[in-house]
């Protein structure tokens, strides 16, 4: 930390390993399904209170989420974050949201590629590849909604 224009500047670099999805979803006041998460953060902001803190965010993320689950959309058919054996992604940290701008959701030997927004608001804007076209996501991942 390094105080600059009387505010703390913070520089964070984060390395997760082996954390459930369980435990994990609650620190970003989600709840979320199964399997098991790493990934790291390197960010930068500055501030002292949260809002400040997340307005300022910058940085880039990656993770890799291992034999995952989140809960099926009401009305959803073949939902393919349902079940997954792997979802990695690679992006930035700016504006209030993780952009990812790499990877996607693996399950046998198929890859369908994952990219959009995930809000400091918990919101989702993204967009899944699959073979039968593009499939939107919205609402939050403990309640997502395929738009």
């Known amino acids: 930390m390094a105080i600059q224009n009387s505010a703390p500047h913070w520089t964070l670099n984060v390395r997760v390993t082996g954390a459930t999805a369980a435990d994990l979803g609650p620190v970003f006041g989600e709840s979320w399904g199964s399997g098991t998460l790493g ?25 890799t989420w291992q034999n995952g689950s989140l809960p ?16 990695t992604a690679k992006g930035t940290i700016a504006d209030g949201a993780l952009a990812l701008t790499g990877g996607g959701v693996a399950s046998g030997a198929r890859t369908n590629a994952v990219r959009g927004t995930i809000g400091f608001d918990r919101a989702l804007d993204l967009t899944l590849e699959t073979r039968r076209g593009r499939v939107k996501i919205g609402g939050t991942l403990a309640q997502p909604v395929v738009q």
Do not use: N
Request: hydrophobic share 35%; glycine share 8%.
């Open 39 to 63: 990934g790291e953060t390197h960010l930068t902001m500055s501030g002292y209170r949260a809002q400040d803190l997340a307005s300022s965010a910058k940085g880039d993320f990656s993770f």
């Open 72 to 87: 099926a959309p009401e009305r959803a058919v073949d939902f393919p974050l349902e079940h997954f054996e792997r979802w």
